[in-house]
């Protein structure tokens, strides 16, 4: 038991120097709140106005596309290791594990993960490439607060 007694020592005073560091901040430090403190801070961009709209969920589906791949190199790894010793049953193992993963980035292809245009609902009535459609209509371009006109063309493009 004694081994352990520096171990627990040193655990005992982690926590008694983070409990008096919140104490200490919590009794000692000057509460002036100010709108500025309140306010969201986006990369030195004072907000003009609230948040027009929320994230898409294509955005959350791109997250997913990443998580999923992430976990197939994850599990590919220790297979590849031991792929010889593994034999048709871990070849086997390793096709239906690789389906799986496939057919969950079909189903996130298909539900338009990777679409961040402008949502086209009647894909056949619509020409592919039309003249009217340009960047400036079909991109929205946030935070163009306090550009210069110049900047914004040269987003825009």
């Keep these: 038991m004694g081994q ?3 171990v627990v020592t040193m655990g005992a005073l ?11 901040s919590r009794l000692l430090a000057p509460r002036r709140p100010t709108r500025a403190k309140y306010a969201p801070y986006e990369s030195g961009i ?24 992430d976990i197939e190199i994850i ?5 590849a290791v031991r792929y010889r010793d593994l034999g048709v049953f871990g070849l086997v193992e390793v096709i ?21 245009g402008p ?3 009647d894909r056949a009535v619509t020409p592919l490439v039309s003249p009217e459609r340009t960047t400036r ?21």
């Design 4 to 6: 352990y007694l520096p």
């Design 96 to 116: 239906v594990f690789a389906v799986a993963i496939f057919v969950s980035f079909v189903y996130l292809i298909s539900n338009g993960a990777l679409e961040w």
């Design 46 to 69: 004072v907000p003009a106005r609230d948040v027009p709209e929320r994230f898409p969920v294509r955005f959350y589906l791109v997250a997913m596309i990443f998580v999923v791949f």
């Design 119 to 121: 949502r086209r609902r």
């Design 137 to 157: 209509s079909t991109i929205r371009i946030v935070g163009l607060e306090g550009r210069e006109p110049h900047d914004v063309d040269e987003v825009a493009v």
């Design 14 to 24: 982690a926590v008694v120097f983070a409990a008096v560091s919140l104490l200490m």
């Design 75 to 79: 599990f590919l790894y220790p297979w």
